[in-house]
């Protein structure tokens, strides 16, 4: 964005969700929150199989419960970690430090690619569980678009986390506007590095020039000859 920092205009304006949900990591970030959702809803909802004969609940994906377990986990934390982000979004353009604002996108790009390779690790591993699961353990197919769409999502998430990941990226190198972001902030009359005002005298009177009281010398203020007194010649 022209004349802001890291994305994002100078501090203070109006809040615009407009603008707010044009932005491609908000869409992204939001579209991770609904697969995140899919995901653990669908193992929670049909990843457990009950058994006749054993009498216990038994995860779809080979009787492994670490998978089902692994599956939950990362997606209610994948949702509880869109909505931090998503909040930090709507806070992001109210930041007026651009050490915060520094801050919050290299946290960005670091948690989006973290993100990322769970969801790669967690694609691989109930993709892997899932084709070795044995069709005797679900001899009526019970929960098995659950898991497929489990799987899917996964997959999906791998994309729309390092998605995030380069947009964070993109904002971290715009970098800030330095004509209206400082850095280091110094105070004036601190800074040793500026000369000293030269002094003015106040002024007693109209200054119609806008130039101050300066002092003037008075026209006669060293005239020692006596006002009036003419020489005489002999």
Not at 14 to 21: H, I, K
Request: with cysteine; aromatic share 16%.
């Amino acid at each position: 964005m022209e004349g802001g920092a890291y994305g994002a205009g100078k501090a203070g304006g109006a809040f615009d969700p407009y603008t707010l949900v044009r932005q491609p990591h908000t869409i992204l970030r939001v579209v991770s929150w609904l697969f995140s959702i899919v995901v653990f809803g669908s193992i929670v909802n049909e990843g457990y199989l009950n058994s006749a004969s054993e009498g216990e609940e038994f995860c779809i994906y080979n009787r492994n419960p670490n998978a089902c377990s692994y599956g939950v986990a990362v997606g209610v934390l994948a949702f509880l970690t869109c909505l931090l982000y998503l909040a930090l979004d709507v806070y992001f353009p109210q930041i007026s430090s651009v050490k915060d604002r520094k801050k919050a996108v290299l946290s960005d790009i670091g948690v989006s690619a973290f993100w990322a390779f769970l969801w790669f690790v967690g694609f691989c591993y109930l993709a892997n569980q899932w084709q070795v699961s044995k069709p005797k353990d679900n001899p009526l197919n019970e929960g098995t678009d659950a898991a497929r769409a489990a799987i899917a999502f996964s997959f999906f998430s791998i994309f729309t986390w390092a998605g995030q990941a380069v947009l964070a990226f993109q904002r971290y190198q715009i970098g800030a506007d330095s004509a209206l972001f400082s850095q280091d902030y110094m105070d004036p009359s601190q800074d040793s590095s500026m000369p000293y005002a030269p002094y003015v005298e106040p002024n007693t009177g109209p200054d119609p020039a806008g130039m101050g009281g300066t002092y003037q010398q008075p026209a006669n203020a060293f005239d020692t000859e006596p006002q009036g007194y003419q020489s005489q010649g002999y």
